[in-house]
């Protein structure tokens, strides 16, 4: 089965910083590509980064400069390290696993993504 994993989410003071990790069973890691998304209360769920099976990142442009993705494929595990976090970074972040054929341009999608893991709540004070 595939499984994928998420942590690393708290509660943290804006411009702090914190990682998220997400650990995948079940497939092999250069057969996905890796998406993080975040969904606020009320709002739709949005694509923030991702890496293709080659290991090509993409970031969202609220979000370039500050996040940054990056793989151990030894550990098939994939990170989000969130730098100068703002009020607005708050929401649920998930991490899921599109087919490698997706192309690149619709990585940002959500509804390009087979495979979901849970959620890790990312809050960021004022």
């Known amino acids: 089965d595939v499984q994928l994993q998420a942590s690393g989410g708290g509660l943290v003071q804006a411009g702090g910083s914190l990682r998220l990790s997400c650990t995948a069973s079940?497939?092999?890691?250069?057969?996905?590509?890796i998406g993080w998304f975040r969904q606020a209360p009320g709002l739709e769920r949005e694509g923030v980064s991702c890496?293709?099976?080659?290991?090509?990142?993409y970031y969202a442009d609220s979000v370039a400069g500050r996040f940054t993705m990056s793989s151990d494929n030894a550990k098939n595990t994939v990170y989000l390290q969130m730098d100068s976090l703002k009020p607005e970074d708050t929401a649920v972040y998930y991490c899921?696993?599109?087919?490698?054929?997706?192309?690149?341009?619709?990585?940002?999608?959500?509804?390009?993504?087979?495979?979901w893991g849970q959620g890790t709540q990312v809050t960021v004070s004022s």
């Open positions: 899921a696993a599109a087919p490698v054929s997706v192309r690149h341009e619709l990585l940002l999608r959500p509804s390009m993504y087979d495979y």
């Open positions: 079940g497939f092999r890691r250069d057969d996905y590509s």
């Open positions: 890496v293709s099976g080659i290991g090509d990142t």
